[in-house]
T-cell receptor, first 112, second 112 residues
Framework: GENVEQHPSTLSVQEGDSAVIKCTYS??????FPWYKQELGKRPQLIID?????GEKKDQRIAVTLNKTAKHFSLHITETQPEDSAVYFC???????????FGAGTRLTVKP | KAGVTQTPRYLIKTRGQQVTLSCSPI?????VSWYQQTPGQGLQFLFE???????NKGNFPGRFSGRQFSNSRSEMNVSTLELGDSALYLC???????????FGPGTRLTVL
């Protein structure tokens, strides 16, 4: 089955700096890659997603890149703010298959 | 549109008991997936229901079961509770034909 690895497990940056979180997946049939943000005591919230027919997607300060050949995808957050502090999860699944496999999560801390 | 709702939000049980958790998906969403979240194992897929049928199943013992009703509401049941079942149980719903899953707030289960 699918195995998703996520690095780093913790990341601390200064406000205004960029943050990058990387994930690798094992199932070459996976073609949907969402990123979720989970604040303490709250539900995971989708922040951006990408499908395998696209190499990059951007939404304001957040971008995701996908390298299908290498089977890895990354989350990029620019101009970080203290409210970006949370745990971020990457995930992978096949189209129309809701068996989503998650990475272990990255705890991002943005220091003011 | 109202989001995914879960009841109860918190539950305390003792070993050997059983528990039933409920999830109401976003209106119009017919697929409901369940996940277990623990600090040690992260987010793990339990199972998915669509049109009252279990469509996918993760690697959990038979003590974990679920069902879905004709109005798409779903329940999951855990029998013969063990200490290790203490976790946040999240459900997520999505529209047929789309990959994006929206999470509920979760039910925090504590087994004593």
């Amino acid at each position: 089955g699918e195995n998703v690895e996520q690095h780093p497990s913790t990341l601390s940056v200064q406000e205004g700096d960029s943050a990058v979180i990387k994930c690798t997946y094992s199932d070459s049939a996976s073609n949907y890659f969402p990123w979720y943000k989970q604040e303490l005591g709250k539900r995971p919230q989708l922040i951006i997603d990408i499908r395998s027919n696209v190499g990059e997607k951007k939404d304001q300060r957040i971008a995701v890149t996908l390298n299908k050949t290498a089977k890895h995808f990354s989350l990029h957050i620019t101009e970080t703010q203290p409210e970006d502090s949370a745990v971020y999860f990457c995930a992978a699944s096949r189209y129309n298959n809701n068996d989503m496999r998650f990475g272990a999560g990255t705890r991002l801390t943005v220091k003011p | 549109k109202a989001g995914v709702t879960q009841t109860p939000r918190y539950l305390i049980k003792t070993r050997g008991q059983q528990v039933t958790l409920s999830c109401s998906p976003i209106s119009g969403h017919r697929s409901v997936s369940w996940y277990q979240q623990t600090p040690g194992q992260g987010l793990q897929f339990l199972f998915e229901y669509f049109s009252e049928t279990q469509r996918n199943k993760g690697n959990f013992p038979g003590r974990f079961s679920g069902r879905q009703f004709s109005n798409s509401r779903s329940e999951m049941n855990v029998s013969t509770l063990e200490l290790g079942d203490s976790a946040l149980y999240l459900c997520a719903s999505n529209k047929q034909g789309t990959d994006t899953q929206y999470f509920g707030p979760g039910t925090r289960l504590t087994v004593l």
